[in-house]
């Protein structure tokens, strides 16, 4: 049973820089043909995909989004961590990291964990 | 605003059936497969239903999914207490995104 689990500061300042880690348990990253992957859900709105990441390190991005938004892997420690730099009031949300058996079909999630923007 | 488009609410007693729709374009679900996912209040999302009609291990089979042209729609029947939750429909969009619905909040009366 493959576990995930967000870590990071629930408080960032406004044109600062977000960073969340996703530690990976009960399984490899580096093994098999999944993608990992962040999704968001601004407080009382729908779900937003952030992107995702392959353990080869390829990524791909969400166009709105792909100016300010790097994910990346360490296959050495089973995480993988997204970074939202220059953010704003609407980057406000609940930060779920996810296992996918492809890029729209998270199978695996982790609780999710909520980053406010605020002076 | 949301690419997909699902109506903010539903509602049924128990036993009864309801069906939840979610509209796209050709871009999305037109040409792409739609997954659906559960959302239990305050927990994160699970997955429903996936490749528009295909259900994961442990899912009942009170919940189906289908899809004709650009709408898919998701029906759960024998409704329960506990199927009161969010659902959230998804899909890959030719434009290079995996674009969500607004979600549909449904309300067991």
């Known amino acids: 049973q493959v576990q995930l689990q967000e870590s990071g500061p629930g408080l960032v300042k406004p044109s600062q820089t977000l960073s969340l880690t996703c530690t990976v348990s009960?399984?490899?990253?580096?093994?098999?043909?999944?993608?990992w992957s962040w999704i968001r859900q601004p407080p009382g709105k729908g779900l937003e995909w952030i992107g995702y990441?392959?353990?080869?390190?390829?990524?791909s991005y969400n166009p709105s989004l792909k100016s300010r938004v790097t994910i990346s892997v360490d296959t050495s420690k089973n995480q993988f961590s997204l970074r939202v730099r220059s953010v704003a009031a609407a980057d406000t949300a609940v930060y779920y990291c996810?296992?996918?058996?492809?890029?729209?079909?998270?199978?695996?999630w982790g609780q999710g964990t909520l980053v406010t923007v605020s002076s | 605003q949301s690419v997909l488009t699902q109506p903010p609410s539903a509602s049924g007693t128990p036993g009864q059936s309801v069906t939840i729709s979610c509209s796209g374009s050709?871009?999305?679900?037109?040409?792409?497969?739609v997954n659906w996912y559960q959302q239990l209040p305050g927990t994160a999302p699970k997955l429903l239903i996936y490749?528009?009609?295909q259900r994961p291990s442990g899912v009942p089979d009170r919940f189906s999914g289908s899809k004709s042209g650009t709408s898919a729609s998701l029906a759960i029947s024998g409704l329960q207490s506990e199927d009161e939750a969010d659902y959230s429909c998804?899909?890959?969009?030719?434009?290079?995104?995996?674009?969500f619905g607004g979600g549909t909040k449904l309300t067991v009366l």
């Open positions: 490749s528009n009609d």
């Open positions: 996810g296992r996918n058996l492809d890029i729209v079909t998270t199978i695996d």
């Open positions: 009960g399984g490899s990253i580096s093994s098999g043909d999944f993608y």
């Open positions: 050709r871009s999305n679900i037109g040409s792409n497969t």
């Open positions: 990441i392959f353990h080869s390190g390829t990524t």
């Open positions: 998804a899909a890959w969009d030719d434009r290079l995104n995996v674009v």
